[in-house]
Antibody, heavy 126, light 107 residues
Framework: EVQVVESGGGLVEPGGSLRLSCAVS????????MSWVRQAPGKGLEWVGR??????????EYAAPVKGRFTISRDDSKNTLYLQMNSLQTEDTGVYYC?????????????????WGQGTLVTVSS | EIVLTQSPVTLSLSPGERATLSCRAS??????LAWYQQKPGQAPRLLIF???NRATGIPARFSGSGSGTDFTLTISSLEPEDFAVYYC?????????FGGGTKVEIK
């Protein structure tokens, strides 16, 4: 059974930092390209960033609003994905989803997302 | 950035009716478009990838069509569990972007 489980969300003051984790089972994490997608309260979905597998260089891509503040990393020995969030702003508030980026190496185009975790809530407020 | 515009914003229908949802891209995305369903308090679920390919386990009443800039998600006969918000997503250019969503509600 595929499981994607995020953790680490919570309340943080503007300017603060938080690290989210995403534990994966049920598929070969070492081969997987992974993404974070967020959703502000009552709003739509926003892609945050992606990391390739170690085999494919572990390169990352980020959305403009988070570039330079957020860092995605992975620990294949723990089947875990991370999102380090620094200099948090109130507009970063939302549910953060971890998801597998489908259509990776050798596949034309970029990625769609499947499966998804249940999300973890990040609230940035003073 | 490619902007995806979904219409209508809200669709009010009864169970058993046909639902037709639209997604229009600001520039061509070829067939690189996916559809997701999201129910309240739940994560999104992949329905369709590359415009017309149903994801694993998705019922046949869900179908996708289109290419270039105009796409359609059709639910042939609404079941009670289909009332939800639906998002489209393009994967041709960075940043990956989603549409604003269409809420399918019970009439």
């Amino acid at each position: 059974e595929v499981q994607v489980v995020e953790s680490g969300g919570g309340l943080v003051e503007p300017g603060g930092s938080l690290r989210l984790s995403c534990a994966v089972s049920g598929f070969t994490f070492t081969d997987a390209w992974m993404s974070w997608v967020r959703q502000a309260p009552g709003k739509g979905l926003e892609w945050v960033g992606r990391i390739k597998s170690r085999t494919d260089g572990e390169t990352t891509e980020y959305a403009a609003p988070v570039k330079g503040r957020f860092t995605i990393s992975r620990d294949d020995s723990k089947n875990t994905l991370y999102l380090q969030m620094n200099s948090l702003q109130t507009e970063d508030t939302g549910v953060y989803y971890c998801t597998r980026s489908q259509c990776g190496r050798g596949c034309p185009g970029l990625n769609w997302f499947d499966p998804w975790g249940q999300g973890t809530l990040v609230t940035v407020s003073s | 950035e490619i902007v995806l515009t979904q219409s209508p914003v809200t669709l009010s229908l009864s169970p058993g009716e046909r639902a037709t949802l639209s997604c229009r891209a600001s520039q061509s995305v070829n067939s690189y478009l996916a559809w997701y369903q999201q129910k309240p308090g739940q994560a999104p679920r992949l329905l369709i990838f590359d415009a017309s390919n149903r994801a694993t386990g998705i019922p046949a009443r869900f179908s996708g069509s289109g290419s270039g800039t105009d796409f359609t998600l059709t639910i042939s006969s609404l079941e009670p569990e289909d009332f939800a918000v639906y998002y489209c997503q393009q994967r041709i250019n960075w940043p990956l972007t989603f549409g604003g969503g269409t809420k399918v509600e019970i009439k």
